[in-house]
């Protein structure tokens, strides 16, 4: 048995004095709608208006910024549906280094725009036939690249971790927070902080329920896979958690919970129409568990992080219409 | 010649004081990519995050807490295009008052029934054929009702001028303003605050240009009236500034300027594809005045006032849809 050396509390505060001055401290809105629908207080971190718009600038460039001189010269490469491609490649702008991103051929136009916009040399692979992790490692080898994936890795789980860092202090300790999961990277870094910040809060990931290998390896204690799920949840398409974030997620984790496509395009119209934030797919994941949970919430402090706001517009009203 | 006494800077301290733990300090925003389009820092007071979704709470609530015990027991009657009825409906729920709305036939939706649930009596009129003041004057006198117009009224311009107050204290004094442009009660109050807190802010107000008739009051130097103006910024259809507003306008404003419908289609389409967020046609009336000022800003700190995201979302589909 092998052991690997996971992330604590402690790389998540570097990681946040890192990214100080380069990421967003994103801010925690209220809404009085929302409370009196759940009828608990509720507290919404808005990784929307993250740089980049997703969560996934913290992770990366905690990631990027650890290079070393020969590292930086050669570059970085990244395999991602989308969210962390963009991450990839405006750290690598920002940190001066080259950045090739390995991208599905079906990514939101969106997010293949803004990574080339961010100086990232894009690679299209299909996502129903070739395996990216595969085309990232051996374009790793050929040019001597580092390779940063979009979750199993320390510094990224770390990076991501100031999010749910900066929540606990703005608002204090929380009875329960609810976590979007795809690959884990941000489960497990909330993971590190609640424990750290609020070691009684219930802390729930959340999946499409098309896609729940996360839940299926929690609740059965091993790393499941599973095909590529069909879900409108573009950033949770992953098909296995990793070897870092799996161990974390089993240990400081309570439950892992699943939401329908349709009830995250519910919480899309409900956090547009009330609350006037544009919320992709994927960051709708935790408030949607937290909407079916009501009968548990009442009277409680409850945070959801809203991990992005990645969607095409013209996506996002062609959703809301099927309504 | 009548003399009125112009609210100060004074009156709108102590509105901020009375609004204080009911209306919310709302965010200002940063967008990187709007920095670097307007290559100046730029500054998004978001009012979308206001109470009922736009500033109009702010005026409202500071009006009807002044009320002494015989006015609120007969309780408040407003018209109003939208906003400001939910402003009074739900400012008049929390003080526990009863209040009664006249709404034009052609109101969003989404503002008409949000009244209604904040327990607003809405009775509905003709925008085209029938006249609102009338109509809120007659109530008043059958039922003893206190009436509040919508902007001109110096206990609603005080309120009003609180967004521009919070939002140099939060990032300092700034070399521009923009302001959304209606009957004047957000531009007249914001006009108090600039002068006192960043007297060498230059001020605009931004208006459609289908209905410039506060950009031909402020050049002329009297008070032009117009017929309802066909524009999709239903919140500034307006016929004519106030008796209270124009002279604050007149010696504090530096200009007002136009922005057409499809201008401020293309605001709303970039604050929600890149900043994620949904604003009113009329909320972006100041952003959109900003971006065909460029050259001017070059350089310089700019604040742009949102002043509210309340719209229908399939409105906002189909607007976006068409350009």
Chains 1, 2 share one sequence.
Not at 200 to 210: D, R
Not at 260 to 278: G, H, I, N, P
């Amino acid at each position: 048995m092998s052991t690997i050396n996971l992330p604590t509390f402690v790389d998540v505060s570097a990681a946040a004095e890192r990214i100080k001055g380069y990421a967003n401290r994103t801010p925690v809105i209220i809404s009085r709608t929302v409370n009196e629908e759940l009828d608990a207080e509720v507290f919404f971190k808005c990784e929307s208006f993250q740089r980049m718009g997703a969560f996934k600038f913290r992770g990366a460039f905690n990631a990027l910024s650890k290079f070393d001189d020969r590292k930086r010269r050669a570059g970085v490469v990244a395999f991602s549906s989308g969210n962390h491609a963009q991450a990839i490649a405006l750290s690598a702008k920002l940190l001066g280094m080259p950045a090739t991103i390995v991208m599905p051929h079906d990514a939101p136009a969106s997010k293949v725009a803004a990574t080339k916009g961010y100086g990232g040399n894009v690679v299209i692979y299909d996502r129903y036939k070739e395996d990216r992790e595969l085309i990232g490692r051996d374009l790793a080898e050929k040019h001597g690249l580092t390779l940063i994936p979009p979750y199993d890795h320390p510094d990224v789980i770390a990076g991501q971790g100031t999010a749910a860092k900066e929540l606990f202090e703005e608002v204090g300790a929380l009875d329960a927070l609810f976590v979007p999961l795809g690959g884990g990277g941000l489960l497990s870094g909330s993971a590190l902080s609640t424990r750290a910040l609020s070691p009684g809060c219930k802390l729930y990931g959340v999946e499409p329920e098309a896609g729940n290998d996360g839940q299926q390896s929690f609740r059965s204690g091993a790393i499941v896979h599973i095909d590529t799920p069909e879900t409108i949840a573009d950033g949770a398409q992953t098909q296995h958690l990793g070897s870092y974030t799996f161990p974390v997620i089993r240990r400081d984790v309570d439950d892992v919970l699943t939401a329908t496509d349709k009830q995250l395009v519910e919480c899309m119209a409900f956090a547009a129409s009330r609350m006037k934030l544009v919320i992709e797919p994927t960051g709708c994941l935790g408030f949607a568990a937290a909407r079916q949970m009501k009968p548990q919430l009442h009277g409680k402090r409850v945070g959801i992080l809203l991990s992005g706001g990645n969607v095409d517009i013209k996506r996002f009203c062609s959703l809301l219409a099927a309504l």
